[in-house]
T-cell receptor
Framework: GQNIDQPTEMTATEGAIVQINCTYQ??????LFWYQQHAGEAPTFLSY??LDGLEEKGRFSSFLSRSKGYSYLLLKELQMKDSASYLC??????????WGAGTKLIIKP | DTAVSQTPKYLVTQMGNDKSIKCEQN?????MYWYKQDSKKFLKIMFS???????INETVPNRFSPKSPDKAHLNLHINSLELGDSAVYFC?????????????FGPGTRLTVL
């Protein structure tokens, strides 16, 4: 079956660094997406990885290891506005996204 | 200039009623989607549709049906609403089908069935 696992909730301090992990199992693989979803709002695209390694985009970076079925999202210099849910989604061989339940990130001052 | 819009934002209705949610995208995308996000926050794909193909998630009851009057619109019709249909429904779109493309989401419609 297809499955995405990520922690339900994490807490971090403003200014710190946090890593949100995701493991995936998909039927075929066409890449791994990370989306951000603030409470009551729509998910918005953060990053896409299809090759192994780290993709850096400002304060956010995303890593992929295809052999391990593993990805993480790294958030640096945390700001209060980063409080949100972070959704991991794997794209299967039919180009359909398989979504995790999201990790709710709580930032404390 | 909203990219993906949905109406209504909130919908409260009684069990057994029939309702529709409208979705429009002005991005010129070929593919549109409907997702259901339940209280546990899982996003579950219900339908993906382009002008060639409708892909239905087999777990979606046939009370749910997508209607696409043109490429920019994909409306969701729900018949005989049930309590378990209460959720947030998101419309999304992406450029092309059968390829890797970022999906753009609408603001969501919170459906409450009483």
């Amino acid at each position: 079956g297809q499955n995405i696992d990520q922690p339900t909730e994490m807490t971090a301090t403003e200014g710190a660094i946090v890593q949100i992990n995701c493991t995936y199992q998909t039927s075929g693989f066409n890449g791994l997406f990370w989306y951000q979803q603030h409470a009551g709002e729509a998910p918005t695209f953060l990053s896409y990885n299809v090759l192994d390694g780290l993709e850096e985009k400002g304060r956010f970076s995303s890593f992929l290891s295809r052999s391990k079925g593993y990805s993480y999202l790294l958030l640096k210099e945390l700001q209060m506005k980063d409080s949100a849910s972070y959704l991991c989604a794997g794209m299967d061989s039919n180009y359909q996204l398989i979504w995790g339940a999201g990790t709710k990130l709580i930032i404390k001052p | 200039d909203t990219a993906v819009s949905q109406t209504p934002k909130y919908l409260v209705t009684q069990m057994g009623n029939d309702k529709s949610i409208k979705c429009e995208q002005n991005l010129g995308h070929d593919t549109m989607y409907w997702y259901k996000q339940d209280s546990k926050k899982f996003l579950k794909i219900m339908f993906s549709y382009n002008n060639k193909e409708l892909i239905i998630n087999e777990t979606v009851p046939n009370r749910f049906s997508p209607k696409s009057p043109d490429k920019a619109h994909l409306n969701l019709h729900i018949n005989s609403l049930e309590l378990g249909d209460s959720a947030v429904y998101f419309c999304a779109s992406s450029q092309g089908a059968g390829d890797v493309n970022e999906q753009f989401f609408g603001p969501g419609t919170r459906l409450t069935v009483l």
